[in-house]
């Protein structure tokens, strides 16, 4: 399987990235890891004329701490994530999520910006963003704009990044206090992708949950925060009665996907009991 | 298309060609290089056939640019070891039968090179992680997971 024929540049800088966007138009791909993007070229499900390889961009890459912040470069892979001594101490959903992700190979080319940009429903990433609170950077030709997780998925493969924008960086919190993290998936047997994936990280104090973020993937065409969840788990003492009537409300106002790996009815399900175990996970984590 | 000239040094060797920016890594080895030993399964990144190291990471050359490894390094079954003195990988597939067709081999034994390069000592879930990018259609995986075991040990214990 080849794709369609296209040119392919290797711009040095960002904004030489941006202006190669810019004057190319609907034509102009960015490639980041490509196992997304190559893939859908394959298929002629994408066929673009020139690909735009930010894999020679120095600074999309890399992890960093700066007080009670971290950065992430868009380019930075699922591997080094997951291998992040750093993020392991100091926001470890992010790793619990990324080691989960396809398999090895994947792991090493894919990137967490080619994830969040691509936006498929089934990604496992969004839920870790969501779940943190992560903001994303984008720039574009008219500078750059800092947009959080929550406000950056539109809709089944639709970001708000405009056609000439690049994801930079994301910026995460560091989790401090009594907290505890979790992301469970129920994969699909092949690809690995998430049926349903929820990721949550928890704060706890004297028994108490005082913070809650609860990411959820796979289930609609677009990952989102259940905030109708966490508003039923704040102040509780996550007693296992409270976490199963809360997470019954996940899908609340949600439309599940329904297609050939799993129907409607049965992802709602999943994302119930799901979430449910997710929180209890988080919780035994945090001490609870 | 405008052809792209790209330069890689493949198992010590380099290498200078003019490609087309389409041609997937894969087809660059064994097509134009011919180095055949890295199969073509699946070519949809699922079976792991195509698995070779770029730059110290194990990756499916099927879904990978030739011009996107441009200047690094490839490591492939053919430079691993010598038909005269097999790398402890090769020789534990061999010695604990972890296979019997061979389509899997080169990109199951490269995968576990990734595996013992991360984990010199790896537990058996350990392996089973690691070697889930790759399909075998043959084995069952045990003797799979038993090669890489002989193989930790020995280059374990020749250090
Ligand atoms: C076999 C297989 C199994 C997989 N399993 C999983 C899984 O279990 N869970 C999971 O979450 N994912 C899975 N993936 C997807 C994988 O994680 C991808 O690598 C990832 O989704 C996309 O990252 P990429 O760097 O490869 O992006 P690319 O494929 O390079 O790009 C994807 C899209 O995002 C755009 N883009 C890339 N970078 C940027 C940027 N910085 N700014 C703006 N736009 C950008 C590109 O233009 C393109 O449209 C799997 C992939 C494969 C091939
Ligand atoms: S041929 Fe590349 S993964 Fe199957
Ligand atoms: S030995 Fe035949 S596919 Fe693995």
């Known amino acids: 399987m080849i794709p369609a024929p296209f040119d392919h540049i290797t711009p040095r800088t960002l904004d030489e990235a941006i202006r190669a966007l810019a004057s190319h ?28 390889d930010l894999s020679r961009i120095a600074e999309l890459s890399g992890i960093e701490a700066e007080r ?173 009665s409270l976490v199963q009537a809360a997470s019954s409300q996940v899908t609340q106002g949600v439309s599940p996907l329904d297609d050939i790996h799993a129907s409607a009815e049965f992802r709602a399900h999943l994302a119930r009991v799901y979430t449910a175990r997710a929180i209890q996970e988080a919780a035994k984590r945090a001490g609870v | 298309m405008p052809q792209k000239r790209v330069s890689l040094r493949i198992n010590g060797r380099d290498y200078t060609h003019e490609v087309e920016p389409r041609l997937l890594l894969v087809h660059y080895l064994r097509d134009m290089i011919g180095l055949t030993g890295t199969h073509i399964g699946c070519e949809t990144s699922i079976c792991g056939a195509c698995t070779v190291m770029l730059n110290g990471e194990a990756i499916k050359s099927c879904t990978v640019l030739t011009v996107q490894a441009d200047g690094g390094e490839v490591l492939t079954i053919e430079g691993l070891g010598r038909a005269e003195e097999l790398h402890p990988l090769q020789e534990g597939f061999w010695e604990c039968h972890g296979l019997q067709c061979g389509y899997c081999t080169p990109g199951m034994i490269l995968a576990a090179y990734q595996l013992l390069l991360r984990h010199p000592d790896p537990t058996e879930e350990e392996i089973r992680r690691g070697l889930d990018g790759n399909l075998c259609r043959c084995t069952g995986y045990q003797h799979i997971v038993d090669a890489v075991q002989y193989a930790a040990r020995k280059m374990r214990e020749s250090k």
Not at chain 1, 35 to 47: D, G, I, Q, T, V
Not at chain 1, 153 to 163: I, N, R, V, Y
């Open chain 1, 68 to 240: 009670d912040r971290i950065f992430i470069g868009a380019l930075t892979t699922h591997y080094r994530i997951e291998s992040s001594e750093l993020l392991k101490e100091k926001c470890p959903l992010l790793p619990q999520t990324a080691r989960v992700i396809g398999d090895v190979q994947v792991r090493n080319r894919g990137t967490v910006g080619g994830s969040l940009a691509h936006a498929d429903p089934a990604a496992d990433m969004p839920a870790a963003m969501l779940a943190v609170g992560a903001e994303l950077l984008a720039r574009g030709p008219e500078g750059e704009r800092w947009l959080k997780a929550e406000d950056f998925f539109l809709g089944l493969m639709t970001t708000a990044l405009g056609p000439s924008e690049i994801l930079t960086k994301i910026r995460v919190p560091v989790l401090s206090g009594h907290h505890g993290t979790a992301y469970l998936k129920v994969p699909q047997k092949a690809s690995g992708f998430a049926i349903v994936g929820v990721a949550v990280w928890l704060r706890v104090e004297r028994q108490l949950c005082t913070e809650i973020g609860v990411g959820v993937t796979g289930l609609d065409a677009k990952p989102f925060r259940a905030r109708r969840v966490e508003e039923r788990m704040k102040g509780t003492n996550l007693a296992q």
């Open chain 1, 25 to 52: 138009g609907e034509e102009a791909k960015l490639l980041a890891g490509g196992h997304s993007l190559l893939p859908m070229m394959k298929l002629r499900l994408a066929r673009p004329k020139l690909l735009v």
